[in-house]
């Protein structure tokens, strides 16, 4: 198997793969929308609210936090997170700026 050749693409493009590569799961939609739903900081909710097993759960929250768009405290064994509002609006910029661009149809197609 081959490897990425992630130096033959620009900082954008090899960006925007990574980003999309984390969004690309169900289970990490289904995380951002129940964060975003509550409108407030979430702590230990997620597995009742999703039905996935708590180490599942974290793995994902890992990958979601890897991008920044999450972020969390720990205090003992309670775990808070929320959305980076920042980091929310920079990929939504991102990914406008990718969907906005102009696409032509050919009728070769």
């Given amino acids: 198997m081959g ?6 693409f620009t900082e954008d ?3 925007l793969a990574s980003l999309f590569k984390v969004l690309g799961h169900p289970a990490r939609i289904a995380i951002l929308q129940y964060i ?5 900081c979430i702590c230990n909710d997620l597995v009742d ?3 996935l097993a708590q180490a599942t759960i974290s793995q994902h929250l890992k990958e979601l936090k ?4 999450i972020q969390g405290t720990i205090e003992g064994k309670s ?5 980076d509002e920042q980091v929310w609006n920079q990929i939504k910029n991102e990914s406008n700026l990718f969907f ?5 149809v050919n009728s070769c197609c």
Avoid: P
């Avoid at 975003?36 to 407030?40: C, G, H, L, P, Y």
């Avoid at 775990?79 to 959305?83: A, K, L, T, W």
């Avoid at 906005?100 to 032509?104: G, R």
């Fill in 3 to 8: 490897i990425t050749k992630t130096e033959i």
């Fill in 13 to 15: 493009q090899n960006k």
């Fill in 36 to 40: 975003i739903d509550q409108n407030t």
């Fill in 49 to 51: 609210e999703l039905g």
């Fill in 66 to 69: 890897s991008i920044g768009v």
């Fill in 79 to 83: 775990v808070c997170y929320c959305i």
């Fill in 100 to 104: 906005e661009q102009d696409v032509k």
